[in-house]
């Protein structure tokens, strides 16, 4: 069952579809942005974002590049 919520974000895509052109095949596309809208409304998600805009946090090549040299060294009894 759905909460009558979710069942009104399901129908108001549906309608956003129609309304785009598309009558057949509903199902995975209102699944899709439903997720989108779950991970938007994520708090952790919100906050990078607005601290992608304003410039803080660390580049991705930093972070990538720390990791691999973390993850890079042998394990206790490798060669």
């Known amino acids: ?3 009558a919520e979710r ?7 549906v309608q956003d579809l129609r309304r ?3 009558t057949h095949d509903l199902a995975e ?3 899709y942005r ?3 809208r779950g991970l938007l409304e994520d708090d952790q998600l919100t906050d ?3 601290q992608m805009e304003q410039g803080e946090g ?6 990538k590049a720390e990791w691999s040299s973390k993850n890079s060294e042998p ?3 490798e060669d």
């Open 1 to 3: 069952m759905l909460e």
């Open 7 to 13: 069942l009104y974000a399901a129908a108001t895509l």
């Open 20 to 22: 785009g052109g598309r």
């Open 29 to 31: 596309p209102v699944w």
């Open 34 to 36: 439903l997720q989108d």
């Open 48 to 50: 990078g974002l607005r």
């Open 58 to 63: 660390r580049p991705w090549q930093e972070i």
């Open 75 to 77: 394990a206790a009894g």
